[in-house]
């Protein structure tokens, strides 16, 4: 069953703090990655998109990975800041289908002063 | 260009009402989705649409939902009747060719259904 499941489902940390949100996913045969920072009140947006043969993604102080032997994922922040306060979520794509994005369920993080 | 934009953003009804919401699509995409989010379920899609041809419905709940998109500008999803259950964010995406590519999203419809 192609599954993406992310940890952990929430995480408060303090602003200029770094923090690490994992992403597992089952769905095959692989494509993409996608990270999306979707802020309280509004639509996804993306930050990263990783295909298999990238193990490594910067956006500013965002650097995604990759591993796709082991099928895991990770958002790191660096430096946190208030703004970064939002819900991440991983989303994998399929190489075939209609109905080819997976999203995992979220990671609610709280930059606080 | 204004990005994928959605009306309303919220919307308060009875139960048993009908319901619909609209979304336009960024100009020159040619697949759109429509998303239901919860706080137990996350982003579930609903429906999608190719070249305005719907492609995948599976994940229409049941018949009380529809949606459409009688041009590339314009897509509406429709609940009738609405209950209690159906209280959600909707989200309308649309990106420029299908599969493994950014699927821009709308700002949402927040739907409570009392």
């Known amino acids: 069953k192609n599954q993406v499941e992310q940890s952990p489902q929430s995480l408060i940390i303090l602003e200029g703090k770094n923090c690490t949100l994992q992403?597992?996913?089952?769905?095959?045969?692989?494509?993409?990655l996608r990270w999306y920072k979707q802020d309280t009140g509004r639509g996804p947006v993306s930050l990263t998109i990783m295909t298999f043969s990238e193990n490594t993604k910067s956006n500013g102080r965002y650097t995604a990975t990759l591993d796709a032997d082991t099928k895991q994922s990770s958002l790191h922040i660096t430096a946190s800041q208030l703004s970064d306060s939002a819900s991440y979520i991983c989303?994998?794509?399929?190489?075939?289908?209609?109905?080819?994005?997976?999203f995992g369920t979220g990671t609610r993080l709280t930059v606080i002063p | 260009d204004a990005g994928v934009i959605q009306s309303p953003r919220h919307e308060v009804t009875e139960m048993g009402q009908e319901v619909t919401l609209r979304c336009k699509p960024i100009?020159?995409?040619?697949?759109l989705f429509w998303y239901r989010q919860t706080m137990m379920r996350g982003l579930e899609l609903l429906i999608y649409?190719?070249?305005?041809?719907?492609?995948?419905d599976s994940g229409m709940p049941e018949d009380r939902f529809s949606a459409k998109m009688p041009n590339a500008s314009f897509s509406t999803l429709k609940i009738q009747p609405s209950e209690p259950r159906d209280s959600a964010v909707y989200f309308c995406a649309s990106a420029a060719v299908r599969g493994g590519t950014e699927a821009f999203f709308g700002q949402g419809t927040r739907l409570t259904v009392v």
């Open positions: 992403c597992n996913y089952t769905v095959s045969p692989f494509s993409n």
């Open positions: 989303v994998v794509s399929l190489q075939t289908g209609a109905n080819n994005l997976f």
């Open positions: 649409f190719n070249n305005n041809v719907p492609i995948d």
């Open positions: 100009s020159g995409h040619n697949s």
